[in-house]
């Protein structure tokens, strides 16, 4: 895409698809990221929401898609197709309810299921939310990173969208694979 006074040479377009399981705190993630905003109040998605971010990085406009798919049992055969031309799989569960850790998995291979390009190494990151209830906390770090390991992960972060903790960390290195990843936009 090029513009009329020459100011942006590319626009890229990158697909992040975040799954987990119901309330584990996705949605609360991305409008901390997008909006700077924390609220119990906003409701869940029905099947499938999308946030939009806009970086100027060079002379390149990079639009990061960031797909939240609800994680409701009706919606997951729905998975696959909502995947398809993912770049990145964040997968999050709740560090205060266990049983969200172990369906990860689950969801790893729902994400797997829906690639068409297998050949492409997708950035995969695991996150547990809710790292500011630390007195209800049932997964410890040690066993997050264990997991995080067995299946893969390129990296595991701890966040709270509620204090805004490593929110910004998160995104900051998936926008940092992108870029070592895609010589387009350093060119």
């Known amino acids: 895409m090029k513009r009329v006074l020459g100011e942006i040479n590319k626009e ?13 705190g996705k949605k609360s993630m991305v409008r901390q990221y ?13 099947s499938l929401d999308i946030g939009v971010k806009k970086l100027h990085v060079k002379k390149t406009v990079i639009l990061l898609q960031i797909w939240i798919l609800t994680g409701k049992p009706q919606f997951k055969p729905l998975t696959p197709i909502y ?3 993912s770049f990145v799989g964040i997968f999050m569960f709740d560090l205060t309810r266990e049983t969200t850790l172990e369906i ?14 297998h050949e492409r190494k997708n950035l995969l990151i695991m996150v547990g939310g809710k790292a500011d209830l630390t007195e209800k906390r049932e997964v410890s770090w040690g066993k997050a990173l264990w ?6 992960f390129k990296r595991y972060f701890e966040c709270s969208a509620k204090k805004d903790i490593n929110i910004e960390e998160i995104f ?10 895609d010589q387009r936009i350093i060119h």
């Open 12 to 24: 890229l377009i990158f697909k992040i698809s975040l799954f987990g399981e119901p309330n584990v």
């Open 34 to 46: 997008l909006k700077k905003r924390f609220s119990l109040d906003e409701p869940t998605p029905v």
């Open 83 to 85: 995947t398809r031309g």
């Open 104 to 117: 990860v998995k689950e969801w790893l291979n729902l994400f797997e299921e829906g690639q068409i390009d």
């Open 147 to 152: 997991y995080a390991k067995r299946y893969h």
């Open 172 to 181: 900051e290195y998936i926008m940092n694979c992108l870029l070592r990843k």
